[in-house]
């Protein structure tokens, strides 16, 4: 019975154990980096996966809502910059043309595509031509401007002034037309 089971068992054994895998079966062979899968004859074809494109890169707001101790929720630039508006330009006419008002109150450009908003603008964002091309930022239809006497982001140093012919005034959420 010994023979038996060695002349039986023997070449099972000696199969089993250089097969993949050894005793306990095949493993799942791993393949190289890179290489593709290999399909079968037998397979069954699989609908192949689409791959969605990355997103787009999302511009930053052309106007935000910040607020200030002193005047609470005011416009600024996307560089934190406060906005102003000239009293004299209601309904989206441009007064402040000259280039001396211009050094002084810089007129809020667009750097292309629509104005953004970010939260807390509730106003409506819009373009105006000014002389030689430029679109202008508007919110409720009022030009937009930044002050030259303002050195740092969330200054307010241009509030009340009157010059060139009226008041500015920081833009705020709430500006109305």
Partial sequence: MNRLLWIV???IFLAACG???GLYGSAPASSPAGSAPV???SATPTPSATVAPPP???????VLATQNARLGAILANAQGRTLYYFVPERGGKIVCGSSACATYWPPSLNAGGN???GAGVT???GLIARGGGAQQITYSTWPLYT???DSAAGQTSGQGVVGFGGKWLVATPGLQP
């Fill in 123 to 125: 106003g409506q964002l």
């Fill in 56 to 62: 787009a890169p999302v511009a930053p707001a052309s």
């Fill in 115 to 117: 104005p953004t908003g």
């Fill in 19 to 21: 097969a993949p895998g």
């Fill in 39 to 41: 399909a079968s004859a």
């Fill in 9 to 11: 068992g023997l070449p």
């Fill in 147 to 149: 002050f030259a006497g």
